[in-house]
């Protein structure tokens, strides 16, 4: 085990932070595509997946069906995990404590079986920073600002997303 880490926050700054100072953050989130656009929450000047934490008790599929409806309005079903990655973040200090995760996060292709846009079931905390979920031309990915681990890489997330979708469109009904 490494005695320390390199954690970024949501501008890309990184921080030298112990092993020992880090909290396991499992996470799950959701990559709905349809008509060659996806949908994606708004944060601050740009957009993240839907998702977020796995609470104790909670499967994957839960976190994800859960997250995405609080981020975005819309029910969901997961369809196909399809890319595990970690990151080590420094969020924003929330409830007066600054935090570092080891975050472990899983991406699922998703369908949309329900709801409507909104941001109305997200936290307090969450509401700071949310904006209302948008759809993004796939073939404009180039154009958004993307506030994750991921940054400019999230458009090849997309993109690998698009293709595994294309390549099985007998899973989306």
């Known amino acids: 085990m490494k005695n320390q880490v390199i954690c970024h926050d949501v501008n890309g ?3 030298a932070v112990p092993s020992d100072k880090l909290s396991f953050r499992p996470s799950a989130y959701g990559l709905l595509i349809e ?9 601050w000047d740009g957009y993240d997946f839907p998702g977020g934490g796995v609470e104790l008790g909670e499967s994957l599929e839960e976190a994800v069906t859960r997250e995405f409806w609080e981020e975005t309005g ?4 997961p369809l196909y995990a399809f890319q595990a990655l970690t990151s080590f973040y420094k969020p924003m200090p929330f409830d007066g404590a600054q935090k570092h ?3 472990q996060m899983i991406y699922f292709l998703v369908e949309r079986i329900g709801g409507e846009l909104s941001i109305d079931n997200c936290d307090k905390y969450e509401k ?4 209302m979920p948008q759809w993004l031309d796939i073939d404009k ?6 506030y994750n681990h991921l940054g400019e890489k999230s458009a090849a997330l997309i993109r690998r997303a698009q293709e595994i979708k294309d390549k099985f469109p007998q899973s989306w009904s």
């Open 13 to 15: 700054k990184e921080y």
């Open 35 to 43: 008509d060659n656009k996806i949908l994606m929450s708004g944060q």
């Open 74 to 77: 819309l029910r969901i079903r």
């Open 101 to 103: 995760w080891n975050c």
């Open 128 to 131: 700071e920073f949310m904006s």
């Open 141 to 146: 990915l180039d154009q958004y600002r993307f």
